[in-house]
């Protein structure tokens, strides 16, 4: 089973205009709002992807009414730990041919929360997979992640993790399974530049060596991107095409390693897979579809370093 968690969802609220003039009353040329959060979008590209995945985490009042609902609407499965505060509402801003976001403030999650949370993996077993995604409120501590994965690999669950900054440089220690950091997280994680490809491969290299984490696949934007871990190392093409959409494009990264790996096993098919859903998802309005993908895939050349 294959289980997603967002501590910190969102409604996202994603408006277009022509220009956007400040001090001045703007009007959307088109709006929409949809079910947000890293580990969410995960589940989103899963089920377009044919797979189930049960989304974890917190969502509260009306606002988090709206992600139940609009998950039950797809089917998609949810068992989320109910808070008082509203979810938060991220606005993602497109005018004068740029993004903008403004992101809402997270609602608090208390000791007694976290630990109703944490009873959503009784019944995990071995063979199960859980994707930690996104940032964490700052109402937790920011070594949560880290207590997760060491307590999930004690139960032989495979961990997959997608976060960046003091979350991540505390939780790699734990040597989670898989991390997608890009190439600027990368860089932070380590305090020091990354110039080309050989830096990257070096400390994406001890991060599989010295933190034991199985698969790192380094993203790197239009560059493509780089993966290091028990299969060698290779460099991936990115397919070409116009970006539209940045939003979810690494979610689709990991849903398509996650879905590719679970069919064939073998890391190269996977970062393959990642590479090409993560550049679905950018150039499309929303999340990719499986045939989005798959369109992409050819374009995605491997090169082993």
Not at 90 to 118: C, H, R, W
Not at 243 to 268: L, M, P, R
Request: a negative charge; charged letters at 25%.
């Amino acid at each position: 089973m294959i289980y997603t968690v967002t501590f910190n969802p969102a409604i996202d609220y994603v408006v277009s205009l022509d220009a956007f003039h400040p001090g001045e009353v703007n009007r959307s040329q088109s709006d929409y709002k949809e079910a947000g959060g890293k580990g969410i979008n995960v589940s989103r590209v899963l089920d377009r992807f044919g797979v189930q995945s049960t989304a974890l985490g917190f969502v509260g009042g009306f606002t988090g009414k709206f992600i139940t609902d609009y998950l039950t609407e797809m089917k998609i499965k949810h068992d989320f730990v109910s808070l008082k505060q509203d979810t938060r509402i991220n606005v993602k801003l497109k005018a004068d041919g740029e993004e903008s976001e403004v992101n809402g403030v997270s609602p608090t999650i208390d000791e007694e929360a976290y630990k109703q949370f944490l009873t959503k993996f009784d019944l995990l077993r071995s063979g199960d997979i859980v994707v930690l995604a996104g940032s964490l409120p700052s109402s937790l501590s920011t070594s949560v992640y880290k207590e997760i994965v060491a307590m999930l690999k004690q139960k032989g669950v495979m961990t997959i993790l997608d976060t960046s900054g003091a979350p991540l440089e505390e939780a790699i220690h734990a040597s989670p399974a898989f991390i997608k950091p890009n190439h600027h997280e990368l860089a932070e994680l380590f305090d020091t530049e990354v110039k080309d490809d050989q830096d990257v491969v070096q400390l994406a290299s001890r991060l599989h060596q010295e933190q034991q984490i199985d698969h790192v696949l380094v993203s790197m934007a239009k560059e493509g991107a780089i993966y290091v871990g028990k299969e060698g190392v290779m460099k991936l093409s990115a397919p070409k095409g116009t970006a539209i959409h940045s939003v979810g494009a690494g979610d689709s990264a990991v849903a398509g390693f996650i879905y590719s790996w679970q069919k064939s096993d073998n890391a190269e098919e996977a970062a393959k897979y990642a590479v090409a859903a993560g550049s679905a998802t950018a150039f499309s309005k929303t999340l990719c579809t499986k045939e989005e993908v798959e369109l992409l895939l050819s374009q995605v050349q491997v090169t082993h370093l």
